[in-house]
C-alpha cells in the first residue's frame, strides 16, 4: 500500500485560508487521493477525493500535483469548528481499502 | 437513514472474556471495515470485506475474528480479550468503487479491558 506523508500538526488563524499538504510519492496510477478528518470524540468523516484533476466541493478544495506525487487540502476560510486531525489517505483501485497514516492536527487561532 | 450504527458504545470486559463489538449500516455497502485507535494515534485497520461472505485481514488483524454473513452487518469477535485491546473500534462502510467512493464511519466503540 502507498504511503503518504503530512506534517504532525499546524495552526491557522480563524477566517484564514488554509492549506494542509501531503506527500505521496509512492502513488500508483490508478490510486485515489482521499481526505478524511477527525473531530474531537468522533468518527472520521469524508472531506473529498480526487484522482488527476482539482476538485471543489462545499466543504473543500483539493489541488493534485500534474505529478500526482503531492497533493493540498484547501480550507477557504477556517473556522473554530475546523479544528481537528485531517488525514490524507491513498485508496487504491484494487482492494479499496482505507489505510489511515497519523495526519496533520489542525489548531485554529481565534 | 442511520447510517452506520456501532453498538455498544460503552463497554468494560475483564481480561479472557469474550464479546462482540455490532456494526450495522442501512446503506447497503458492499465494502466495510474495522478499525482501532489507541490514544495520540491514527486508525489502524483490522478486518475489511468487500462483500457477503468475502473477508480479508488488514493491518493488525490478530485476536480478531470476523464474519459477514450479510451485506448489513460485520460483526467484530474477540475470543479472548487482553489488555492490549484496550481502544475505540471504529466501523466504516463504502460502496466499492475501484478507490473512488466515500466512506461513512461510525460514532465508535470504547473498550477497556482490565
Known amino acids: 500500500d502507498a504511503k503518504t506523508t503530512q506534517p504532525n500538526s499546524m495552526e491557522s488563524n480563524e477566517e484564514e485560508p488554509v492549506h494542509l499538504p501531503c506527500n505521496h510519492s509512492?502513488?500508483?496510477?490508478?490510486?485515489?487521493i482521499h481526505w478524511y478528518r477527525q473531530l474531537p470524540s468522533q468518527g472520521p468523516e469524508y472531506v473529498i477525493h480526487?484522482?488527476?484533476s482539482n476538485v471543489n466541493n462545499r466543504m473543500a478544495s483539493l489541488a493534485i500535483a500534474e505529478d500526482r506525487k503531492s497533493s493540498t487540502l484547501i480550507l477557504h476560510r477556517a473556522t473554530l469548528r475546523d479544528a481537528a486531525v485531517y488525514y490524507c489517505i491513498l485508496r487504491a483501485l484494487v482492494s479499496d481499502k482505507i489505510i489511515f497514516g497519523k495526519g496533520t492536527r489542525l489548531h485554529i487561532l481565534p | 437513514n442511520a447510517g452506520v450504527t456501532q453498538t455498544p458504545k460503552f463497554q468494560v470486559l475483564k481480561t479472557g472474556q469474550s464479546m462482540t463489538l455490532q456494526c450495522a449500516q442501512d446503506m447497503n455497502h458492499e465494502y466495510m471495515s474495522w478499525y482501532r485507535q489507541d490514544p495520540g494515534m491514527g486508525l489502524r485497520l483490522i478486518h475489511y470485506s468487500v462483500g457477503a461472505g468475502i473477508t480479508d485481514q488488514g493491518e493488525v488483524p490478530n485476536g480478531y475474528n470476523v464474519s459477514r454473513s450479510t451485506t448489513e452487518d460485520f460483526p467484530l469477535r474477540l475470543l479472548s480479550a487482553a489488555p492490549s485491546q484496550t481502544s475505540v473500534y471504529f466501523c466504516?462502510?463504502?460502496?466499492?468503487?475501484?478507490?473512488?467512493?466515500?466512506?461513512?464511519f461510525g460514532q465508535g466503540t470504547r473498550l477497556t479491558v482490565v
Open positions: 480526487g484522482l488527476t
Open positions: 509512492t502513488i500508483s496510477g490508478t490510486d485515489y
Open positions: 466504516a462502510s463504502s460502496y466499492r468503487g475501484l478507490g473512488n467512493t466515500e466512506a461513512f
